[in-house]
């Protein structure tokens, strides 16, 4: 990892720690907003232990990628959790073949930036 990505990591990560300490729940109810900060705070810890070791400058970039998006997210619609994108099952179709591996390929593809890794997690 050169100097520069790891400041950038590094300053994603202090973001992060001081978005959650400035959290505001949107239904405006303290226990809410106690469970939204520590669900912020967990998800960065866990998710940055589990890339720490990460040394593919392309896997980086899509981290950063995705943890800006999330951030962006996050604080545009109030939400701290990432939103479910619904896909019919089935409901892709493949430009060649037929069966399950093609839809499953292509769901896979079509998975937003931000929701890569939470299923690796949850």
Not at 6 to 22: H, N
Not at 79 to 90: E, G, K, V
């Amino acid at each position: 990892m050169t100097m520069a990505t790891r400041q950038e990591v590094l300053g994603l990560y202090r973001r992060i720690f001081r978005l959650a300490r400035k959290w505001q729940a949107a239904s405006g109810q303290m226990e809410d907003t106690i469970k939204e900060k520590q669900y912020i705070l967990n998800e960065a810890r866990t998710l940055f232990q589990k890339n720490k070791n990460l040394t593919d400058t392309d896997m980086i970039k899509q981290c950063i990628e995705e943890c800006t998006a999330r951030i962006e997210i996050g604080l545009h619609y109030q939400i701290p959790y990432p939103r479910p994108i619904h896909l019919p099952p089935m409901g892709l179709t493949p430009l060649r073949g037929r069966g399950l591996r093609s839809q499953e390929k292509l769901r896979k593809f079509s998975k937003p930036i931000y929701l890569k890794s939470h299923d690796e997690v949850s």
